[in-house]
């Protein structure tokens, strides 16, 4: 279809960089948690390559903080996930599945620990907030559930780590991927840690001051003038590319996180107090019925309308995400395959689509771009 | 800020009618629990008079469901709204705000018993099903709460029941207000209400098998035909003129329901079993911090960027929807006025503008246009 235009409203939330962003040119937003989520700012071909050569910041206020504060605060986080959280360190962000009592993909948050008695979740699209308070409420524990008043600024990029030293000191360095540091900026102090939507490099700004937020940005913008600095936003490009998985685009409450190759994040025998460890345990031992995987097309360069992946002339799974890549000579898609499906198919399957019917492989998650090499050249 | 484009992607949900809804020519969608709900097709001030002169066709697939199936059903209801459901006939669509322990505004869906243990809530924009399962696992109600595949189609204005009528045959005519039968299409039954997101009249279908809502929702179309049936959606002038609050825009969770003037389905001395009534209770006995009210200024004709509310100079609330009404020569607000503004400004307020400073009223919702007639005139 046409691209549509979008209606915001005070419902689509805007942000204390809203104003900011409008002036650097964004072209398209999506909406995310209830919350302006920009798409594009040049093209998404020119913001990947922007990306991938020099350094973006990026306004992800939409990635909400939900605050889990008291004495049962980290047993809810442990309740939600599969995750082992007793090892958390104090400046740690986890990637976490949150599954329900059937294994079901509620969200797939960084938990980061704040505090021994506070986490932070910083959610994909979900209101994560109803489903910690629906169960603190129902299990009547002693935690706040709340939405403060926090909205990340990513700056991503190669050169994220050059324009992050000028503002916030040579400190930015001993911060290590996944984990956070406070920071001052103007005197006020704000987590930072080594981590963000795209596989460049970068940081993530916990923006819990909009006054503040907004001098960060123009300082952000002023230090990096030489460095080109740019506006920029999670890529759809540079995301497939990266395999990096999206909720509600790739994974959603039809599926496990083990349908989702999130296997590491789910710790199964450890007698974890977890809503969800019994159902995924079952679900290891009878094997998935599903699994997203990776197809690659090689020279097939215009993006199609419609792909549909066959394995023997039958449908064999259903395309969640994908893209023409910007950096090789191929298209690139994340599917939902049935598990008999990928047995038959031994990494080959065809590509049905309006334009015709091409050969694809079908190749495990991140894609390993070495291993391909031979049939995807670069560009 | 110009308009920007949505990007659409698989995570905002399309429906069984979007491509339908785009060989109608939308112009603009928002998002709406994670689906895409059109806002534009001729322009807002077009699509308004064409509603309540003719007879339109709505996609609201995201008014989405939330199915309760279980023993505890209705004691889930029940405890998630301080509305008494206890009366709820077989046949009724009961409005009902949604609100926490402290009584904080989660939702305000419709309602609907469709059996026994079976209710069906047909939300506004937020992730109901979270809440309602978080509530029942933490609770271990015998409850589950699922999202069914319904796509609900409203038929609005004036004309709506004389084509109804030629879809669904007279029986129509026996649907009472805010109640539903089950009706068949093509041999296949589907709740129709009488209800909708207007006050022009008309019904809601609760489609609940995509192939067979396609062929009602054309077949509407060719019955309609000389009755100028049209493409529509939720209008933004006639929702304001009419009183209908919009979550996320004039509610959220810092409010409750008493602050939004639902006061008459809120049941606090029965002895519900229901979350929220303790705190309510004891928020009607000292009186409401704010309230939303609305604010009319006769003779403004523009739409302005910005809308101060003011009482003898000071702030005194905040705007949460505008528009200049199509029928009336003024401009109307909902505003979450301080209550005791509310009392200073005896009616009187002034309205801060970049155009400049307007005298306007502060009144009850909804408009009463008789009474405030004298200064509101007819266009």
Redesign the interface.
């Known amino acids: 279809?046409?691209?549509?235009?979008?209606?915001?409203?005070?419902?689509?939330r805007s942000t204390p960089f809203?104003?900011r962003i409008?002036a650097g040119g964004?072209?398209?937003?999506?909406?995310y948690n209830?919350m302006l989520l920009p798409?594009?700012f040049r093209s998404v071909q020119e913001d990947y390559w922007h990306l991938c050569q020099h350094v973006q910041v990026w306004d992800v206020s939409a990635e909400r903080q939900v605050q889990l504060k008291g004495r049962d605060a980290a047993r809810l986080v442990q309740l939600m996930t599969p995750r082992d959280i007793s090892s958390a360190q104090d400046d740690q962000c986890f990637y976490m599945p949150l599954c329900?009592?059937n294994g079901s993909m509620?969200n797939d948050p960084i938990g980061i620990k704040v505090a021994d008695d506070t986490w932070w979740l910083s959610i994909a699209?979900?209101?994560?907030k109803?489903?910690?308070?629906?169960?603190?409420?129902?299990?009547?524990l002693d935690v706040e559930v709340t939405e403060p008043d926090v909205w990340p600024v990513a700056v991503q990029g190669p050169k994220a780590e050059a324009l992050m030293q000028r503002v916030f000191g040579d400190i930015v360095n001993d911060i290590r991927f996944f984990r956070y540091k406070r920071l001052a900026f103007m005197g006020h102090e704000m987590l930072v840690a080594r981590s963000g939507w795209s596989k460049q490099g970068g940081f993530e700004i916990y923006v819990n001051d909009a006054a503040i937020g907004q001098a960060l940005w123009d300082e952000l913008f002023v230090q990096g003038a030489d460095l080109n600095v740019g506006h920029g936003c999670p890529n759809g490009i540079e995301r497939i590319e990266s395999g990096l998985l999206?909720?509600?685009?790739?994974m959603d409450d039809s599926m496990t996180p083990l349908q989702c190759g999130l296997d590491k994040y789910c710790h199964l025998d450890r007698g974890l107090e977890s809503?969800s460890v019994a159902a995924l345990a079952k679900q290891k031992a009878e094997g998935v019925p599903s699994r997203l995987m990776g197809i690659v097309v090689p020279g097939m360069t215009q993006p199609p309308q419609t792909a549909h992946v066959l394995v023997d002339g039958l449908l064999a799974g259903e395309v969640?995400?994908h893209c023409v890549s910007a950096r090789y000579d191929g298209w690139l898609a994340f599917a939902l395959m049935d598990s008999s499906a990928i047995r038959t198919a031994q990494g080959a399957v065809s590509v049905h689509t309006e334009q015709g019917d091409f050969d694809g492989l079908c190749v495990e998650l991140p894609f390993d771009f070495n291993a391909i090499g031979d049939s995807l050249r670069l560009r």
Chains 1, 2 share one sequence.
């Open positions: 279809m046409p691209i549509p235009q979008l209606s915001v409203s005070r419902r689509t809203t104003s409008a964004v072209k398209a937003y999506t909406v209830h798409t594009v329900d009592e509620i699209d979900s209101d994560v109803l489903w910690a308070k629906g169960l603190a409420t129902g299990l009547r999206s909720l509600g685009n790739d809503l969640t995400s």
